[in-house]
Structure formats: structure tokens, C-alpha cells
């Protein structure tokens, strides 16, 4: 499954109980949580595997890295813009 849009945003609540670091808080902080789930049940049992976990999350922070790019883009064309 690849991602192609966001996860809804989590709840403060939800971000403490799932223990998501400050860092990591961000559109994408539920598939972190999952990640971080999945990490807690791969210690218990090894046989869990949480590589599918980390590549969505993965691929979700690269999105988001990309949409801030293109937005960032915008902003400064609209400032060119202004200034002409």
C-alpha cells in the first residue's frame, strides 16, 4: 500500500499515549504511532515484522517533505510577485 494522502491528525491525548516524540508530530504522526506499535509487539514476539510500518511512515514524512517544498515554492513566487 503506498500513501497518497495524509492521516487525519491526531489528538494531543493520542500523542502522549502513543508516545510520539515532539519531533515526530506531524501530519504523519499516526504512522509513527503504528510504527512505534508495531516496534513494542516486535520486542514481545519476534516474529512480528514491522518493515510494511516504517515504509509507510517513511513515505509519508517524504510526502510531507515534498509538499512543504512546493508550498515554500509558492510563497516566494508570491512575494516576487509583490515585489514586481
Known amino acids: ?3 497518497t494522502e495524509f492521516p487525519p491528525l491526531l489528538s ?3 500523542l502522549q499515549k502513543y508516545k510520539v516524540p ?3 508530530r506531524d501530519r504523519c504522526a499516526a504512522y509513527f504511532a503504528l510504527y ?4 513494542i ?3 514481545a514476539n519476534s516474529s512480528v515484522d514491522c518493515k510494511h510500518d ?5 513515505e ?3 510526502l510531507d517533505f515534498i509538499r512543504r517544498q512546493q508550498e515554500l515554492k ?8 509583490e515585489l514586481s
Open 1 to 3: 500500500m503506498s500513501v
Open 12 to 14: 494531543e491525548d493520542d
Open 22 to 24: 515532539l519531533r515526530w
Open 36 to 39: 512505534h506499535t508495531c516496534l
Open 41 to 43: 509487539r516486535q520486542s
Open 54 to 58: 516504517k515504509h509507510s511512515w517513511e
Open 60 to 62: 509519508c514524512e517524504n
Open 74 to 81: 509558492q510563497v516566494k513566487e508570491q512575494r516576487r510577485a
